[in-house]
């Protein structure tokens, strides 16, 4: 499966006509094949990329806006795509997002080029935003939802911060991935994650007769 094909673009502004997925495939592949050839990000002109593509500048900007929008669609396209969650429950809906977290830090692991990646996207503040605002926020804001949905269904207490409990699920799966590189990422880390968090969280019932 190409890069582009393993991860579709969100719906964008309106265009004049309507887009090709060869050129998108072209551009995105472009993009990739500098990184690859150790282009450092700053020097990744669009004027360069539309080179290496083989289309014209004009080709891309009826596509992207600029580069930062450009490279977020490159980094999203070459990470595992975002998950269909199966609504059964509290717990798996938990699962299956802390799953796919774990499963991005085994790729950005077993990945040089994604490692380097992530590393000049912090570096680049307008990029670094473009990305926390278009892949990072939204991430969070489903997780967001699911806990407030089950704060109100009363399957957690009402006292607790959600957004407290949210970084409670995904900071353990964070810190294995990204701090302790040397860390295990086993299959069964989510469960044991959602299940010892949700411990914690969910009301106390009363024993009383």
């Known amino acids: 499966m190409s890069l582009a094909e393993s991860r579709p673009r ?76 199966p609504g059964t429950s509290l717990r798996d809906d938990l699962v299956v997002l802390l799953e796919s977290l774990r499963r991005r830090g085994l790729v950005s692991r077993s990945s040089a080029i994604l490692h380097n990646v992530y590393a000049q996207m912090k570096s680049s503040p307008r990029i670094w935003a473009a990305y926390h605002a278009g892949v990072i926020a939204p991430r969070r804001d489903l997780a967001l939802d699911l806990l407030r949905r089950a704060q109100e269904n009363g399957e957690i207490r009402a006292d607790i911060d959600l957004d407290l409990a949210n970084d409670m699920f995904v900071g353990p799966m964070l810190v294995r991935s990204v701090m302790r590189p040397d860390a295990e990422l086993p299959e069964g880390l989510a469960e044991q994650i959602v299940d010892a968090v949700l411990d914690g969280l969910r009301p106390v019932r009363s024993t009383a007769p």
């Not at 995105?28 to 450092?40: A, D, F, I």
């Not at 004009?58 to 595992?80: H, M, N, Q």
Request: proline share 9%.
């Open 10 to 85: 969100p719906d964008g502004p309106a265009r004049g006509r309507p887009r090709s997925e060869a050129v998108e495939r072209a551009i995105l592949e472009g993009v990739m094949k500098l990184l690859e050839e150790g282009v450092p990000l700053a020097e990744l002109s669009i004027e360069r990329v539309a080179r290496t593509a083989g289309v014209g500048k004009a080709t891309i900007y009826r596509r992207w806006s600029g580069k930062e929008e450009l490279f977020v669609d490159v980094v999203r396209a070459a990470e595992p795509p975002d998950p269909e969650l």
